[in-house]
């Protein structure tokens, strides 16, 4: 059998064909997003973009860190949507809504994260005792939390009105955005939101402060089953 070389950066199909020979099992895109695979993906400098480049620098590759941001991808889109990312001086940034697509040609992944990925799968480390696991919920089955448990978890976070801004129904993020979707009922009531693109928004559109944020994932009983996705995010973007 051929021996596959890993490049230094590697494209979703290198990196695939490389981790099934390394073990011996399929990968997909979807897989290596949902295994903490981290792409990256060029952007050549523009003026509407500007902030993302330091004086010199015309081309960068782009970490994609937000949890949205990788769950598009891992639906086949056939593009990247960037909403969290670092600069090119590597400084955690928000995009302006709705954030910035780009074309999918230049997706890749380094090299020393894939060996990381390689070496955890093959040497994992001791399992936990059962007296010790945590109830573990999928991400991608959580759909949301309806109005009233966002205004009890997001309790005295800021100085905005989040009853009056969710009573309209409208996503930070825009028409998407922290709204995930809405409950088979209908009514005015019946919209869900997704508690970490939300507090995202919360942040960048309101500035309530990071701090509070983290507190309430840390604290509330109803963010429990997002805190593994919003620890990520944070980790991912440094803070």
């Not at 600069?87 to 999918?104: F, H, K, Q, Y």
């Not at 009531?189 to 508690?195: G, K, M």
């Not at 939300?198 to 990071?210: E, I, K, S, Y």
Request: aromatic share 8%.
């Amino acid at each position: 059998m051929t021996t596959i070389s890993l490049p230094y950066r590697a494209t979703a199909a290198e990196a695939c064909a490389w981790l099934a020979q390394q073990t011996g099992t399929p990968w997909t895109l979807a897989r290596l997003l949902e295994q903490g695979g981290l792409p990256y993906v060029w952007l050549d400098y523009s003026d509407a973009w500007a902030q993302l480049f330091h004086d010199g620098v015309t081309r960068y590759a782009a970490p994609v860190v937000f949890i949205e941001d990788k769950r598009h991808l891992a639906s086949g889109a056939d593009d990247v949507r960037l909403r969290l990312t670092r600069d090119s001086g590597n400084i955690a940034i928000e995009l302006p809504a709705p954030g910035m697509r780009v074309s999918n040609a230049g997706l890749h992944f380094q090299e020393r994260d894939l060996l990381r990925l390689v070496k955890e799968l093959l040497q994992p480390p001791p399992a936990e005792s059962e007296t010790d696991k945590a109830p573990f919920v999928l991400p991608s089955a959580l759909k949301g939390l309806d109005r009233e448990q966002i205004l009890i978890a997001f309790a005295g976070v800021g100085k905005v009105n989040l009853e009056q801004g969710l009573a309209s129904g409208v996503g930070i993020f825009g028409d998407d955005g922290a709204r995930v979707r809405k409950n088979s009922r209908g009514g005015k009531n019946s919209h869900v939101w997704h508690p970490v693109t939300l507090a995202f928004g919360l942040h960048d559109v309101h500035r309530v402060p990071m701090a509070h944020l983290k507190k309430a994932f840390a604290t509330q009983p109803l963010l429990r089953e997002w805190k593994a996705d919003w620890l990520e995010s944070l980790r991912l973007l440094g803070e």
